[in-house]
């Protein structure tokens, strides 16, 4: 079972910077098998993807909102993921979750919510204008 663990949300005022982490328990020796995402919620929306990232790093998606400004990565050899969140803006206030699926392909795919099948417990961030 792998279980993802979110940290560095927080405040932050807008044109700020956070970075995200993700750690994944349970999957140290199968790590570099599972394409990961950020997806993020606001209270009464559907979760949206934010960007993704498939099994060896070579391969990336983003959404059109923050296209430019947020870069996901990847540390195989410290079962974690990134989001690099640069130029917040208020609109970005949400719960970001990290999540992962079993999968190895040269391309990632920009799976919508039910493409995943693990999650973490999600970590707030919050842009002040």
């Known amino acids: 079972q792998v279980q993802l663990v979110e940290s560095g949300g927080g405040l932050v005022q807008a044109g700020g910077s956070l970075r995200l982490s993700c750690a994944a328990h349970g999957a140290e020796r199968t790590f570099n098998s599972y394409a990961m995402a950020w997806f993020r919620q606001t209270p009464g929306k559907e979760r949206e993807s934010v960007a993704a990232?498939?099994?060896?790093?070579?391969?990336?998606y983003y959404a059109d909102s923050v296209k430019g400004r947020f870069s996901i990565s990847r540390d195989n050899a410290k079962n974690t993921t990134y989001l690099q969140m640069s130029a917040l803006k208020p609109e970005d206030t949400a719960v970001y979750y990290c999540a992962a699926t079993l999968e190895r392909l040269p391309v990632i795919r920009p799976y919508g919510y039910n493409g995943y099948r693990y999650w973490g417990q999600g970590t707030q961030v919050t842009v002040s204008s």
């Open positions: 990232i498939n099994y060896n790093g070579l391969s990336t």
